[in-house]
């Protein structure tokens, strides 16, 4: 039991390292590059907030980004695989599309993470140990504190540039 666990705690830690560098790598907290985007980062910012991660907060939430990619990705490789994960990287491209979405982060790191889980179920992780770790991660990101996450996505942004 522990060491499932560990497994879970060590894959949201991956998982987010993961998506959060996908998506400041693909300037996320640069503009709002979809509808809505930035007024969610003008809502966190009138909270006390940083714009910067608030906008890309408002990407994530907006679009599926490399966080939606990292989890639909692991449920891919959960059920089938490479193939699985990359039949999710392919239905990530298409979200974005339908969203309007220019850019690729999410489809970037959908690839990345079909990879990534896929590597290390090889050493005795499952990829359900991913699945819980995204959700971990995704709640750091968007449901514990916006305040707090967009700071620190604001001071991981401006370390990027």
Known sequence: MLGEFLHI????????????????????????????????ARDIEAGGGALAGGTMMGNIVCSPDASAGTLLAACGVYAAGIPGGLAAALMVFVGNRICHDPGYAGTTGAVLATFVVYAFTLVGFSATDFIAGMV??????????????????????????
Request: aromatic letters at 8%; hydrophobic letters at 55%.
């Open 136 to 161: 971990i991660a995704i709640l750091t990101i968007q449901g514990l504190s916006h305040t707090h996450a967009s700071r620190l996505l604001d001071r991981l942004w401006r370390a990027r540039q």
């Open 9 to 40: 705690l060590a894959a949201a830690t991956i998982s987010w390292i993961l998506f959060v560098t996908v998506d400041i790598f693909f300037r996320l907290p640069e503009a709002g590059g979809v509808s809505g985007a930035s007024a969610v």
